[in-house]
């Protein structure tokens, strides 16, 4: 390792957006801090509780936010780093401000709306694995025995598919999935990646098969798959690493064998 | 308002799907048509049949290159205007651009460009194909309002375009005036480079997104091998592109005239053998 380590002691300023409840006006605190040994987002949003105090001297209240696992698997502590969506628990100081003075700046997703700082509601995210029935329709009274076997071979690509922790990345960094507030618009906004790829899950698992056309219904509506302008990025910000523009592909040909099959079949 | 939202909902995926289909046909095959038939009048000058209508007399004053350039590009046009139904073909045009256009616009005011925060190549591919959707409306709109339906007050010289004279009129229309260029003819030729190269790339770019749109590539893999195949078509259509607009950017307007002049003249008798009303000013077939 030739990599020069991080100086010890050193100082780091956090410049952060922060809100006092929905529908205030935002505004901009900086705090500094010398962060603990290997300390990451969520360490040092720890210490600046335990002194909220500004730059300027000023005392201030606690920044607010959500976190939960720690370890980037549930995605709760999502938000805006240094101008790019990411787990907020993953990011090492060491990394992200190696230097006595650097700033690291923080804000909250701005695709969802804040409840307050860097804490946002991300409810429309799993309102839309709803629209695209995201799970396996097992529910029933009696048991339904064994389910049918899966080929080594979808495992492995359902395996990938099945990582996403819906923590908004893909549709923060989407320009075509933008901020709405009115519940009522949420069915026919865009869906977004985490959805889309969710279905593709679903309608390639044996049991998940039988809500097939219901779920490529919705994707073919508005706010469907063809509301995607392939601009890619949620590929690119995925921490998991999800192959989500190929799930797009995918879904666009589902839809496209659906509507001839149901132009044909006279279905619908 | 809400029957135009009620029928957009109702038939979404059907629109949108034309929209892209649009896009390729009939738009896409006649840009690809269109700009080989304009770059005739560069790659012209390596077809020695290009001068066979053009007399000795004219080819020794304006040059060989020359009369092959504007006679190629003539022959092109005068082949399109024989062609029958063409008020079909451009109907359809006009309907299938408008149509694209009405849309593009729609569905473009959906996104929000973010390429501030996210530099990626791809989504700087993505900001650009709704930027160069918008310059082709204009462009394409003011392309076709002076040259094909005559709206010559919004061109820097006031003469109309004729397919008699295509490549005299069209060279007159991007430099404003006989000799040299005016600067009405400098704006005018610019918004010509602009416009076509928007174009160009919109139609490749399309014809990548396109095919995830429709399913045709999925794997990361196969997108990046679409996405060469796109990128040396627009490559080859913006050579077409460039050549035609410096092809007539380079052409000495009196020249063409020259050279127009004879074919026009040999124009009423385009079978070789049949002997034409003489102009006597203009000895034709027999200097040949």
């Given at each position: 390792m030739?990599?020069?380590a991080?100086q010890?002691?050193?100082?780091?300023r956090f410049?952060?957006?922060?809100?006092?409840?929905p529908?205030?006006?935002?505004?901009?605190?900086e705090?500094?801090?010398?962060?603990?040994k290997?300390?990451?987002?969520?360490?040092?949003?720890?210490?600046?509780a335990?002194?909220?105090?500004?730059?300027?001297?000023e005392?201030t209240t606690?920044v607010?936010w959500?976190?939960?696992c720690l370890e980037?698997?549930?995605?709760?502590?999502?938000?805006?780093i240094?101008?790019g969506?990411?787990q907020?628990c993953?990011?090492?100081?060491?990394?992200?401000?190696p230097n006595?003075?650097?700033?690291i700046?923080?804000?909250?997703?701005s695709k969802f709306?804040?409840v307050?700082?860097?804490?946002?509601?991300?409810?429309?995210l799993f309102?839309?694995?709803?629209?695209?029935k995201?799970?396996?329709?097992?529910?029933?009274?009696?048991s339904?025995g064994?389910?049918p076997?899966?080929?080594?071979?979808?495992?492995?690509?359902h395996?990938?598919?099945?990582?996403?922790m819906s923590c908004?990345?893909?549709l923060?960094?989407?320009?075509?999935?933008?901020?709405?507030?009115?519940e009522?618009?949420?069915?026919e906004?865009?869906i977004?990646a985490?959805?889309?790829s969710?279905?593709r899950?679903?309608?390639?698992?044996?049991t998940g098969?039988?809500?097939k056309d219901?779920?490529?219904?919705e994707?073919?509506?508005k706010?469907g798959?063809?509301d995607?302008?392939n601009?890619q990025n949620?590929?690119?910000?995925?921490?998991?690493?999800?192959?989500?523009t190929?799930s797009i592909?995918?879904?666009g040909r589902?839809?496209t064998?659906?509507?001839?099959k149901?132009?044909?079949?006279?279905k619908? | 308002?809400?029957?135009?939202?009620?029928?957009?909902n109702?038939?979404?995926?059907?629109?949108?799907?034309?929209h892209?289909l649009s896009?390729?046909v009939?738009?896409?095959?006649?840009?690809l048509?269109?700009l080989l038939?304009?770059?005739?009048?560069a790659?012209?000058a390596?077809?020695s049949?290009?001068?066979?209508h053009v007399?000795?007399?004219?080819?020794e004053?304006?040059?060989?290159i020359?009369a092959?350039?504007v006679?190629?590009?003539?022959?092109?046009v005068t082949?399109?205007?024989?062609?029958?139904?063409?008020i079909l073909i451009?109907?359809?045009?006009?309907?299938?651009?408008?149509?694209?256009?009405i849309l593009?616009v729609?569905?473009?005011r959906t996104?929000k460009s973010?390429?501030s925060?996210?530099?990626?190549?791809d989504?700087?591919r993505?900001?650009l194909q709704r930027l160069t959707?918008y310059?082709?409306?204009?462009?394409?709109f003011y392309h076709?309002?002076?040259?094909?339906w005559g709206?010559?007050?919004?061109?820097?010289?006031d003469?109309p375009w004729?397919?008699e004279?295509a490549?005299s009129?069209?060279a007159l229309a991007?430099?404003?005036k006989?000799s040299?260029i005016?600067?009405?003819?400098?704006?005018?030729?610019?918004?010509?480079?602009?416009?076509?190269?928007?174009?160009?790339?919109?139609l490749a770019?399309?014809l990548?997104?396109?095919?995830?749109?429709?399913?045709?590539t999925v794997?990361e893999?196969?997108?990046?091998r679409?996405g060469?195949?796109?990128?040396?078509?627009?490559a080859?259509?913006?050579?077409?592109a460039?050549s035609?607009?410096?092809?007539?950017?380079?052409l000495?307007?009196?020249s063409?005239?020259?050279i127009e002049h004879d074919?026009?003249?040999?124009h009423?008798s385009?079978?070789?053998?049949?002997?034409?009303a003489?102009d006597?000013?203009?000895?034709?077939a027999?200097?040949r």
């Amino acid at each position: 390792m030739s990599k020069q380590a991080p100086q010890q002691g050193r100082t780091i300023r956090f410049r952060i957006k922060r809100c006092d409840g929905p529908g205030k006006p935002s505004y901009w605190q900086e705090f500094d801090i010398v962060p603990e040994k290997n300390a990451n987002i969520i360490s040092c949003l720890k210490q600046i509780a335990e002194t909220p105090v500004t730059v300027q001297g000023e005392k201030t209240t606690p920044v607010v936010w959500d976190s939960g696992c720690l370890e980037e698997v549930c995605g709760a502590c999502t938000m805006v780093i240094n101008g790019g969506v990411r787990q907020s628990c993953t990011g090492l100081i060491d990394v992200l401000a190696p230097n006595n003075g650097d700033t690291i700046t923080l804000e909250p997703m701005s695709k969802f709306p804040v409840v307050r700082d860097l804490w946002v509601d991300r409810q429309r995210l799993f309102h839309n694995l709803e629209r695209v029935k995201a799970w396996v329709p097992i529910d029933n009274t009696y048991s339904l025995g064994a389910g049918p076997k899966e080929s080594p071979d979808s495992q492995a690509t359902h395996y990938k598919l099945s990582e996403c922790m819906s923590c908004g990345c893909c549709l923060e960094a989407c320009p075509q999935f933008n901020i709405e507030e009115d519940e009522s618009k949420w069915d026919e906004s865009f869906i977004g990646a985490h959805a889309i790829s969710q279905a593709r899950l679903f309608n390639n698992h044996e049991t998940g098969k039988q809500l097939k056309d219901e779920r490529l219904e919705e994707l073919s509506g508005k706010g469907g798959v063809g509301d995607c302008g392939n601009a890619q990025n949620c590929v690119k910000v995925c921490p998991k690493e999800i192959p989500l523009t190929e799930s797009i592909a995918a879904m666009g040909r589902a839809t496209t064998i659906h509507a001839v099959k149901s132009f044909f079949s006279g279905k619908k | 308002m809400d029957n135009d939202s009620g029928f957009m909902n109702r038939h979404y995926f059907l629109l949108r799907r034309l929209h892209s289909l649009s896009g390729i046909v009939p738009i896409g095959i006649f840009l690809l048509n269109h700009l080989l038939t304009n770059a005739s009048i560069a790659w012209g000058a390596v077809n020695s049949r290009g001068s066979q209508h053009v007399s000795a007399g004219t080819i020794e004053s304006v040059g060989e290159i020359t009369a092959r350039q504007v006679g190629t590009f003539q022959h092109d046009v005068t082949f399109i205007n024989n062609m029958p139904f063409l008020i079909l073909i451009e109907v359809s045009l006009w309907l299938g651009i408008g149509f694209h256009a009405i849309l593009g616009v729609y569905y473009a005011r959906t996104g929000k460009s973010n390429t501030s925060r996210y530099a990626y190549q791809d989504n700087w591919r993505y900001s650009l194909q709704r930027l160069t959707g918008y310059i082709a409306i204009f462009y394409i709109f003011y392309h076709v309002a002076t040259l094909r339906w005559g709206w010559t007050f919004l061109s820097p010289t006031d003469t109309p375009w004729s397919h008699e004279q295509a490549a005299s009129t069209f060279a007159l229309a991007l430099k404003g005036k006989v000799s040299g260029i005016s600067a009405g003819g400098i704006a005018v030729s610019l918004f010509y480079f602009i416009g076509v190269t928007a174009s160009v790339y919109h139609l490749a770019n399309g014809l990548w997104t396109a095919a995830i749109t429709w399913g045709l590539t999925v794997s990361e893999a196969a997108q990046r091998r679409w996405g060469y195949a796109c990128a040396g078509l627009g490559a080859g259509l913006m050579v077409l592109a460039w050549s035609s607009l410096i092809g007539f950017l380079l052409l000495d307007v009196s020249s063409a005239q020259k050279i127009e002049h004879d074919l026009h003249a040999g124009h009423g008798s385009m079978v070789e053998t049949e002997p034409h009303a003489a102009d006597e000013t203009q000895p034709l077939a027999e200097a040949r």
